[in-house]
């Protein structure tokens, strides 16, 4: 086995009596890589963060973190992992440091690194001023933070987060997702989250998860090739004459959005706006814009999660919805 | 070891929230209270009991009174205590921390269990300090206090173990002290049945919690009864481990 292979998952199954929240998944994680895990509410992000974590028991399947299997050898196994669930794991009665120091005797930090421990993760979170604080006292960012330190604590090679920026404000938003590509550069780590620029701007690798499947898995060059444009939009100062750029090499169609604005689309590969600008001066049209349109990554997830449920879903699937 | 940590971190949480200071404070004025009467029975009657060729000593007439109180109160109190230990960390999600953390459901359960023990034996250690007292002027029995509060020991371990298992179970808390004070209560009367009937009366007799901890506070030191309570909190850990291990399982 790859040494840098840190999470490996192979056909993993859960069934919830007959629902089948989670099948057939497969997927690994690399060192130093930020696994985006996307998914609409109810895909089963949470049930295979929990199975990973190891507070479900998978239906079927296995799961090796750093090459030691979950169910065989757990503790070993989850000595590797840490875990932050989608509501922080606290004890609002005890302060920061209490808690934190608590995480670190639970993973079994000898007590000579505690102290180092518990004020490294304080200081990563930027919790640094928050150690004599109740937790019960602290904002939902705060406790976030954390929780993010519990998870970071004894340096697991794996660190798995469910939705860890739901219901901060955009400033906090952005000072987690720093510290999440800060940890990515040292731990493997896995991010659940049903936020699409939170994985455009953090993620390195992205997997789409609908009604329980792998839908997409790739990396996040590959996302953003398929995510290259097919269409651009045209403002001219005067209505340009659509079957003019119609005739031009490449286009397929053309559309009026606006007054004056055209969205042309062409085939992929074969980008017009060249002969397109060319065309436009030359009539004395007045070009005001030419932009190509990306696809967003909304789009593309729309596309994924709408086709499969035309490709006909299995009776288990059926009976889930 | 992790069990220790746990359990530790368990007493120190009873201690952070009023509960714990409130039931300790409560049950010491109860059995103050009971105290003090028997101490004043004791010398109203002391005189008589004197003339009296087998009378009662002062460990009979006043610790024994006063234990066989607390284990009624204890039947109460310790559903209370107990019901928060796995149902209160479940409603919150706290269980997870102790779930992904590299502790097996063997240690959790244990470390509770024992978390909430040392709590109880602290109240415990206070009420045995009320009787001991009267050693500043009296000669005890301390072979017969020995056996009081070892058999109150073993009955709150029975109780803490029964709440615990219950605590498991739910995710309501309420529902957990109310399912434990019933099973404890029904263990507790369940030899009122069958008095009559001599085929029966020996299996309810057997089962009766209240039997078992009788026979302790008059002074005999039965294996039978010492066995009954550790095979009793032996099952409910076990139990409890089990469903712990099954919530992992399904939900």
């Not at chain 1, 109740?134 to 090679?157: D, E, W």
């Not at chain 2, 605590?167 to 049945?193: D, E, N, R, Y």
């Not at chain 2, 909190?233 to 399982?249: G, K, N, P």
Request: net charge neutral.
């Amino acid at each position: 086995m790859n040494d840098n292979v840190l999470v490996k998952v192979e056909n993993l199954y859960r069934y919830y009596d007959d629902h089948c929240a989670v099948q057939d998944l497969n997927f690994e994680l690399r060192k130093g890589e930020i696994l985006g895990f996307l998914g609409p509410n109810g895909a089963g992000k949470t049930t295979t963060m929990q199975i990973l974590s190891g507070n479900l028991a998978p239906s079927a399947g296995q799961i090796l973190i750093n090459g030691i299997d979950i169910l065989d050898q757990p503790k070993r196994a989850k000595a590797c992992i840490g875990y932050l669930p989608e509501q922080p794991p606290l004890y609002t009665d005890l302060t920061v440091d209490e808690y934190l120091e608590y995480c670190a005797c639970l993973n079994r930090l000898p007590q000579n690194k505690l102290l180092t421990a518990r004020n490294f993760s304080k200081e990563r979170c930027g919790l640094k001023d928050m150690g004599h604080k109740l937790i019960s006292n602290l904002s939902k960012g705060y406790r976030q933070r954390v929780g993010i330190a519990q998870a970071i604590i004894h340096s697991p090679a794996v660190v798995i987060l469910d939705e860890p920026t739901v219901g901060l404000d955009p400033i906090q938003i952005r000072e987690i997702r720093s510290l999440i590509v800060e940890l990515g550069k040292e731990h493997g780590v896995i991010l659940s989250t049903h936020i699409l620029p939170e994985v455009q701007s953090v993620c390195s690798r992205v997997q789409i998860i609908h009604k329980g499947r792998l839908v997409f898995n790739d990396s996040l060059t590959g996302l953003t090739q398929r995510m290259q444009s097919t269409s651009l939009l045209l403002t001219c100062r005067q209505i340009p004459e659509q079957a003019v750029i119609k005739a031009l090499p490449g286009v397929n169609a053309v559309e009026l959005i606006g007054n004056r604005q055209l969205r042309v689309h062409f085939d992929a590969g074969n980008n017009p706006a060249e002969t397109l600008a060319a065309e436009v001066i030359k009539r004395g049209w007045g070009l005001l814009e030419l932009t190509p349109e990306h696809k967003s990554l909304e789009q593309i997830f729309v596309d994924l999660t709408t086709a499969d449920e035309t490709s006909g879903p299995t009776p288990i699937q059926e009976r889930a919805a | 070891m992790m069990i220790f940590t746990i359990a530790w971190r368990e007493l120190r949480n009873l201690f952070l929230s009023p509960l714990a200071w409130c039931v300790l404070a409560v049950i010491q004025f109860i059995i103050a209270w009971i105290f003090l009467v028997q101490v004043d029975n004791f010398l109203k009657f002391a005189p008589t009991l004197a003339n009296m060729a087998n009378a009662p000593g002062v460990t009979d007439a006043i610790a024994s009174p006063i234990f066989s109180t607390a284990s009624v109160v204890m039947l109460l109190v310790v559903p209370i205590m107990s019901m928060r230990l796995i149902a209160e960390e479940r409603r919150s999600g706290t269980l997870s921390l102790l779930l992904s953390a590299p502790v097996s459901m063997t240690e959790i359960v244990l470390g509770k269990y024992l978390g909430l023990l040392l709590f109880l034996f602290i109240m415990l250690g206070f009420m045995a300090l009320m009787p001991l007292s009267l050693a500043i002027g009296t000669h005890l029995d301390y072979g017969k206090l020995f056996s009081d509060v070892l058999g109150l020991g073993l009955l709150l371990g029975a109780f803490a173990s029964a709440g615990l298992f219950f605590s498991t179970l739910t995710k309501q808390p309420v529902v957990a002290a109310v399912a434990s004070f019933g099973l404890l209560l029904m263990l507790w009367i369940i030899s009122w049945a069958g008095s009559g009937d001599e085929r029966y009366s020996p299996v309810f007799h057997y089962l009766s919690m209240l039997d078992h901890y009788g026979s302790l506070l008059r002074g005999s030191f039965n294996t039978t009864d010492v066995l009954y309570y550790l095979l009793f909190i032996i099952t409910f850990l076990v139990l409890s481990i089990r469903r712990l291990d099954a919530y992992r399982l399904q939900h």
